[in-house]
């Protein structure tokens, strides 16, 4: 195990932990790169890993008991070149993602199992496979998705830990470097960097329509939901998210058709910078409200049944939820 010490001392983190001092399965790394960011510190941790896996954890985030090994023994038993883990907030219930198909274990699909929701590579991840991927360095966010989309799009076998011990997120730590408003320029840099990697256009169609499905239901519409002071726009945040958004829906112009007519409400006021700030902001609030008739119809009825399209999607979360 690698623990990091980003911008703090190795000795001071390796004071507070003695109890482990000369335990050969534990190695200390210091980077001082004065970057507020995670990039650095998870890159370094996967330059010197030399295990059959590597498994990534943010520094307030904890196991259950047993994950690992659970872990490992599904990686195992389906040979699986990666294994994604049950999420669970802490002190609250599972995080239904990715919603994946019901009961499935083995062998998922990122098309027919969603997995492009799951936009940490948590669990474990194959060396021998994607030894050589790495986090994005220098952007505002998103660092981790050209990463996942690489692993859930490679055709290699992946395994859901559906029911074993689970990973433990911790939200309520104040200093957690992802969290903090950033401007929407930065907030996308990420994508602008994804649409032209050859990770993403080498997709097919079903991969690339589902992928931009999720990049906008997560990213550009979690861009609006964290800016729900009006105070926090400018009008260059708005032509930031106006361009990504159509960029994106370029690319797969399927996508509104099977987004609910909420969401689509909300892209109209991203597309339409005529809309004021606060409209777009009530829009977003009332997407959110997701068993309203607006936001289980998609946009074209006749999709209203499609994989991506908003009923089967809030069942396959359900079923995930509900796992114990």
């Known amino acids: 195990m690698s623990v990091v010490c980003h911008n703090t001392s190795a000795d001071l ?21 004065g970057i507020r960011s995670p990039t650095g510190p998870f890159n370094l941790g996967l330059d010197e890993a030399t295990a059959r896996f590597t498994s990534v954890m943010g520094s307030d985030d904890e196991l259950e008991p047993g994950a690992v090994d659970s872990w490992l023994a599904r990686a195992d038993r389906d040979d699986a070149a990666a294994v994604i883990p049950r999420l669970r907030l802490v002190g609250g219930r599972d995080v239904p993602t990715p919603p994946v198909r019901p009961g499935r274990v083995s062998a998922l699909d990122a098309v027919r199992d969603r997995l492009s929701y799951r936009s940490a590579p948590l669990g474990l991840v194959s060396t021998e496979h994607f030894g050589a ?23 290699h076998r992946i395994s859901f ?10 939200d309520d730590a104040g200093d957690r470097v992802t ?22 256009t080498g997709l097919d169609h079903d991969q690339t329509l589902a992928l931009v499905l999720k990049l906008l239901r997560i990213h550009i519409f979690g861009i609006v939901n964290n800016r729900m002071d009006t105070a926090r726009w400018s009008d260059e945040d708005r032509r930031d998210l106006r361009d990504m958004t159509a ?18 409400l909300v892209l109209d006021a991203i597309d339409d910078l005529e809309v004021p700030v606060r409209l777009l902001i009530e829009r977003a609030r009332l997407r959110r409200r ?23 999607m809030i069942a396959a979360s359900a079923g995930v939820r509900g796992l114990r």
């Not at 790495?134 to 490679?154: C, H, I, K, L, Q």
């Open 179 to 200: 969290m903090g408003l950033k401007s929407v320029a930065a907030d996308v840099a990420f994508l602008r960097l994804l649409v032209d990697d050859p990770r993403f």
């Open 133 to 155: 991927e790495r986090f994005v360095p220098g952007v505002g966010s998103g660092e981790d998705v050209a990463y996942v989309t690489a692993v859930w799009f490679s055709g």
């Open 290 to 312: 997701f068993l309203r008739p607006g936001s289980l119809v998609s946009r074209n009825a006749l999709l209203s049944l499609a994989r991506e399209a908003p009923v089967r």
């Open 161 to 170: 830990d559906r029911s074993g011990p689970a990973y433990l997120v911790h």
């Open 13 to 33: 983190i390796s004071s507070l932990i003695a109890a482990h001092a000369g335990d050969p399965r534990l190695r200390i790394l210091e980077l001082q790169d």
């Open 247 to 264: 960029r994106l829906i370029a690319i797969a112009p399927l996508a509104p058709y099977i987004l609910s007519r909420s969401d689509n």
